[in-house]
């Protein structure tokens, strides 16, 4: 089978962990006839060399970036902050520069402070992650079926031909994109994602302080501790940018939550108790449906 021509004929990704490994993987599963470049840490370049993930080791960002056609930023959100500035003297004009940071708003400003139209910025969070980051948890297949949540700086850059053919690569690998608005975005996900995340890193912290307290087996733990503590595992190195860039947002879903918690708790002798089940039932049979 011959392999599809591709807009971009030369693709830099910058990080190359979870996220950055897989999109890698992915462009090389489907077949696309391009270079790819990875430019991280020495030791991170030889395993993503070693693993099929780059075709292309370049350690400077200045060189690894040159000539690139579609630069994808895959690092911690705070690290994308620093590297847009350095980027604006580095690209070609033609070059689009996405990013995938979980939070959007302060990124997709700067990138309007920094790049006009001739270098094209625009913001992305692929809502594919794992509670183990790192290239060994990189997968080819990540992507696929997996919500790709573009936040132009401006509508008018959908038209774009280089926005247009990143969401033809978007599809290529298998993901769903999906458009909104930076600030949408962020309050979305302080609900959907930063505050599970925060959950489990919570009630895996209180567990592990009351069982250095109180008598807790870990024995007792079944799969429904195990499932609800599972990202618990996510390392507080990703998580630190995400809620610096997003506390205002995180706090009101924490506020509401620990209101949620007060209700059921003063509920939990009556039938107001059950209202709960019923409506969290009456969810999860929605997702069941649209998942």
Same mark, same amino acid.
């Given at each position: 089978?011959n392999?599809p021509?591709? +807009?971009?004929?030369?693709v ?7 996220i ?5 993987l992915?462009l090389?599963?489907?077949g696309?006839a391009l270079?790819r $470049?990875g #430019?991280?840490?020495?030791?991170v ?6 693993a099929g993930?780059?075709?292309?080791a370049e350690?400077n960002l ?6 690139a /056609?579609?630069?994808?930023l ?5 690290v994308?902050?620093d590297?847009l500035?350095?980027? %604006? ?11 995938v940071?979980?939070t959007?708003?302060?990124i #997709?400003?700067?990138g309007?402070?920094i790049? /006009?139209?001739a270098?094209?910025f625009?913001?992305?969070?692929p809502?594919a992650?794992?509670?183990r980051?790192g290239?060994?948890s ?19 850059h959908?038209a774009?031909?280089?926005v247009?053919a990143f969401v033809?690569?978007?599809k290529? $690998?298998?993901?769903?994109p ?5 600030s949408?975005?962020d309050?979305?996900v302080a +609900?959907l994602?930063?505050?599970p ?6 009630l895996?912290?209180?567990?592990a302080?009351q069982?250095a307290?109180d ?7 079944a799969?429904?501790?195990r /499932?609800?503590t ?6 507080y190195n990703?998580?630190?940018?995400i #809620?610096?860039?997003?506390i205002?947002n995180?706090q009101a ?9 007060e209700?059921?708790?003063?509920h939990l002798?009556?039938?107001?108790l059950e209202?709960e089940?019923k409506?969290?039932l %009456?969810?999860r049979?929605?997702?069941r449906?649209?998942?």
């Amino acid at each position: 089978m011959n392999s599809p021509d591709p +807009f971009f004929k030369r693709v830099t990704i910058v990080g190359l962990g979870l996220i950055g490994g897989s999109w890698g993987l992915a462009l090389q599963s489907a077949g696309f006839a391009l270079r790819r $470049v990875g #430019c991280d840490r020495p030791e991170v370049l030889k395993r993503a060399l070693a693993a099929g993930a780059i075709d292309e080791a370049e350690e400077n960002l200045a060189t690894a970036v040159r000539d690139a /056609d579609l630069v994808i930023l895959a690092t911690p959100v705070g690290v994308i902050l620093d590297l847009l500035p350095q980027l %604006k003297t580095m690209v070609q004009g033609i070059t689009l520069i996405t990013d995938v940071g979980s939070t959007k708003r302060l990124i #997709c400003r700067k990138g309007a402070e920094i790049f /006009d139209r001739a270098t094209l910025f625009l913001g992305g969070h692929p809502l594919a992650g794992r509670e183990r980051s790192g290239l060994e948890s990189a997968d080819a297949a990540l992507f696929r079926d997996a919500r790709y949540v573009l936040t132009p700086l401006s509508p008018d850059h959908l038209a774009d031909e280089r926005v247009k053919a990143f969401v033809e690569l978007l599809k290529a $690998v298998g993901a769903q994109p999906f458009v909104t608005d930076p600030s949408s975005h962020d309050r979305a996900v302080a +609900f959907l994602s930063h505050l599970p995340q925060l959950l489990s890193t919570g009630l895996a912290s209180l567990i592990a302080e009351q069982g250095a307290e109180d008598f807790l087996p870990s024995e007792l733990a079944a799969s429904g501790f195990r /499932d609800m503590t599972r990202l618990a595992e996510s390392p507080y190195n990703v998580w630190r940018d995400i #809620c610096l860039t997003n506390i205002e947002n995180i706090q009101a879903a924490l506020e509401s939550l620990i209101e949620k918690l007060e209700g059921m708790k003063a509920h939990l002798s009556d039938r107001g108790l059950e209202r709960e089940f019923k409506q969290a039932l %009456k969810l999860r049979e929605t997702l069941r449906k649209t998942s």
